[in-house]
């Protein structure tokens, strides 16, 4: 059954990687939300800006600058 979930590949690494993401079930969700949000960036459409960033916009919301 191990076979089939972890495959061969990851047949001696599995446990360890459960192992350590039981023992730290924190860092492992931070370490996934990090690489999920990186994606995201990357593979984000990008602005129509002309900068290699996307435009954030901090005013407050009323566009009036104040």
């Known amino acids: ?5 972890f495959g061969t590949l990851f ?3 599995g ?3 459960v192992s350590y993401a039981q023992q730290y079930p ?8 990090v690489a999920i949000l990186f994606i995201d960036l ?3 459409k990008r602005s129509s800006g002309s ?4 435009e954030l916009d901090f005013s407050g919301g009323d566009g009036d600058g104040d």
Do not use: K, N
């Open 1 to 5: 059954m191990q076979g089939l979930l």
């Open 11 to 13: 047949g001696t690494w």
């Open 15 to 17: 446990p360890q990687i």
């Open 26 to 33: 924190w860092r492992v969700f931070a370490a996934v939300l």
């Open 42 to 44: 990357m593979f984000r």
């Open 51 to 54: 900068g290699d960033w996307p």
